[in-house]
């Protein structure tokens, strides 16, 4: 249940903050998002660095992969800042920690477990995790947010 919260929340703000007319922009960071999230979410499970208590296929969360990671994606597209300074470097950080945070809660509130995973790699992860939808964003300019045409 928890997770069906977090996806319908998510998708609400990213929903309210994205007009409608402009969503078709945010779908490519969207589907690098869920296949990102996918991709890292299986490898965690292989390699035994957490184990999710719940709804799980073939040990995979997909309201995790397919629901969470793709808003994510787009809300950390659709607010990021466009003057260039430190104000980006604190901003990949801040989604960071928030997620490692988020996940750590999961973890207290026994949503998930901790095998050989922790906090600080969590937040190692997250900086890779968001740098790898902002290159894919920058490469591909759907939002044309992150660099003009």
């Known amino acids: 249940m928890p997770y069906i919260l977090t996806t319908i929340t998510l998708w609400i703000v990213f929903g309210a903050l994205v007009p409608f007319r402009e969503w078709r922009k945010y779908y490519p960071a ?6 990102l999230g996918t991709i890292c979410d299986l490898l965690g499970v292989v390699f035994d660095q957490w184990s999710y208590y719940g709804p799980v296929v073939g ?5 995790s992969d ?3 990671a793709p ?3 787009g809300l950390f597209i659709r607010l990021f800042p466009q003057k260039k300074s430190f104000i980006r470097t604190l901003y990949f950080g801040l989604w960071a920690l928030a997620n490692a ?14 095998n050989q995973w922790n906090f600080v790699k969590a937040f190692i992860f997250y900086l890779f995790f968001f740098g790898l939808i902002w290159v894919q964003e920058y ?6 947010k992150l ?3």
């Open 30 to 35: 969207l589907l690098f998002s869920a296949l």
């Open 59 to 63: 040990q995979l969360s997909l309201w």
């Open 66 to 68: 397919l629901g969470i």
């Open 71 to 73: 808003a994510e994606g």
């Open 101 to 114: 945070l988020m996940e750590w809660f999961f973890v207290w509130v026994g949503w998930i477990g901790y």
């Open 139 to 144: 490469w591909y300019n759907g939002t044309g």
């Open 147 to 149: 660099r003009s045409i």
